[in-house]
């Protein structure tokens, strides 16, 4: 506690000092050398966050709150970059005196963190409203999906009704998946529909492990528990060293879903490598296999592979 | 909520008394719920427990180990692995779930039949009175067959687990029907 107080001392009274001393002696303010310093990616685009959001400059705090405004009404797509990006930008070179001759780099590396970090922001508020939409069965497109959901895992075998036991063969709890989505709404389904769309090879992969006579456990439910920590490193922004170090893509919801595949492949490697005794060793596992996770997000050079690869044999 | 577990330092101040409360129901039932409302966390993320959860409390030299097994047919069989030292059985109902009383009437039965669990003390939470379609307690304890339970004490306590009504209640009866241990 007490170091905590001291840094928060320290974070407002010293850092304008270090500050100014550092653009005395560099000439550079602190988002140039966060831009021109750190390594592209999430130790960059996280410091120039970091940057931002502590600013006392009321311009900076305007065009942060302006930001914030456009994600809430879900206006951050790239179409409209341009037209919100250009006067933000300009905005902060002219409170932070950069001279845009000397520096015409500094612009699209800064604009470049800006985009990362607001479509994750903007990505946060799609994710938990997805969340918030609770699986209604009187709904005909929740229904769709969650019968898609069965035709996908299980393509040569028809469901015999809409509740039925063989619900639990997919690892649903009992006859009817609708009360299984509980805390994670439809983001659950989501997940699991776009893994087993996306990774077909890799679903039925990991489906096949769940089926296990010894090692098995509940796919669906599993994957539901996977939606969870998924949601929970979204929202504490561990997964922005995930998200920000990827190169070709912005945060999206359809990164999200990439992360949870990548998570549920590795939950069930580590799951078969285990060997578990029988199911009730999954509250252990899991958190052996988050904690990892959390280490690994941890260090900003993390770059998670994503192709999930399958060995055909 | 924070004030539901100080009722037990207050009620006994045993220094290194530790109970084992364990919670169990038919999946759906609330018991994860249940779980977080003693622990004062958020319970609006609840995810189907796959396994078993298990949360500590300390309270004033109090230690209060709170076991949730998951309640999906799958996992029942395992049930038995967690009886013993219980000292106080909590199980959860879905009062608004009509076609599966039976069902959880009849796990109960086998519960209380169990030698592992003779005579500890018993609390049915019968949840989610919040809901239309609910029994009233009354009704699911003659549906449980409660009042023909001669080895044990018992409790029938009305809740909503999401808001964490009767949860209390249900704890305080706890607190007071604590068997002494040898």
């Given at each position: 506690m007490v170091f905590f107080n001291l840094w928060s001392v320290f974070q407002w009274y010293l850092r304008p000092f270090i500050k100014w001393f550092l653009r005395k002696t560099t000439r550079l303010c602190e988002l140039q050398r966060i831009c021109y310093g750190d390594k592209i990616g999430a130790q960059r685009s996280c410091n120039i966050e970091k940057s931002l959001m502590l600013s006392r400059t009321r311009d900076v705090q305007e065009v942060v709150a302006f930001l914030d405004a456009v994600v809430k009404e879900r206006r951050f797509i790239p179409t409209l970059f341009s037209e919100i990006l250009d006067p933000t930008v300009n905005i902060i070179i002219r409170v932070k005196k950069i001279n845009k001759k000397l520096h015409d780099s500094f612009s699209p590396l800064f604009r470049q963190c800006l985009i990362q970090i607001w479509s994750y922001r903007q990505l946060v508020d799609e994710v938990e409203e997805l969340r918030c939409t609770h699986f209604d069965s009187n709904d005909p497109i929740h229904e769709k999906k969650l019968l898609r959901l069965w035709g996908l895992l299980m393509p040569d075998r028809p469901l015999e009704?809409?509740?039925?036991?063989?619900w639990q063969d997919i690892?649903?709890?009992?006859?009817?998946?609708?009360?299984?989505?509980?805390?994670?709404g439809l983001l659950g389904l989501e997940n699991l529909l776009y893994f087993a769309t996306e990774y077909r090879q890799a679903s039925n992969h990991v489906l096949s492990h769940s089926l296990h006579?010894?090692?098995?456990?509940?796919f669906a439910i599993v994957g539901i528990n996977l939606t969870s920590m998924a949601y929970y490193l979204l929202k504490d922004g561990s997964a922005k060293t995930y998200m920000f170090n990827?190169?070709?893509?912005?945060?999206?919801i359809n990164l999200f879903h990439k992360f949870y595949c990548y998570l549920f492949y590795e939950f069930d490697k580590m799951w078969i490598e285990s060997k578990?005794?029988?199911?009730?060793e999954f509250s252990i596992i899991f958190k052996k296999f988050e904690n990892a996770v959390r280490t690994e997000l941890a260090d900003p050079a993390s770059v998670f592979r994503i192709n999930i690869e399958v060995d055909t044999i | 909520m924070m004030g539901l577990l100080n009722i037990l330092k207050k009620l006994r101040s045993n220094p290194d008394k530790e109970l084992r409360l364990l919670l169990l129901g038919?999946?759906?039932?609330?018991k994860t719920t249940i779980l977080k409302q003693l622990a004062s966390?958020?319970?609006?993320h609840v995810t189907p427990t796959a396994g078993f959860n298990i949360k500590s409390v300390l309270s004033n030299g109090f230690k209060l180990n709170v076991w949730d097994i998951g309640g999906q047919r799958k996992i029942r069989?395992?049930?038995?692995?967690?009886?013993?030292?219980?000292d106080i059985l909590i199980y959860v109902v879905d009062c608004s779930d009509h076609q599966r009383l039976e069902e959880t009437s009849l796990e109960l039965a086998e519960l209380l039949q169990d030698d592992k669990l003779r005579g500890v003390p018993l609390l049915v939470y019968a949840n989610k009175?919040?809901?239309?379609?609910a029994l009233p307690a009354s009704e699911v304890a003659t549906l449980l067959g409660?009042?023909?339970?001669?080895d044990r004490t018992w409790q029938i306590q009305a809740c909503v687990a999401t808001d964490g009504t009767g949860v209390k209640e249900g704890m305080e009866w706890v607190c007071k029907n604590i068997p002494i241990k040898k």
């Open positions: 009704a809409r509740i039925t036991k063989d690892g649903f709890q009992g006859d009817d998946p609708k009360t299984d989505f509980r805390g994670m006579p010894k090692y098995g456990y509940t990827l190169k070709q893509h912005l945060p999206s578990p005794e029988n199911m009730m | 038919l999946d759906n039932a609330g966390e958020d319970v609006a069989p395992y049930w038995r692995n967690y009886f013993e030292n219980t009175q919040d809901l239309a379609t409660l009042h023909l339970i001669r």
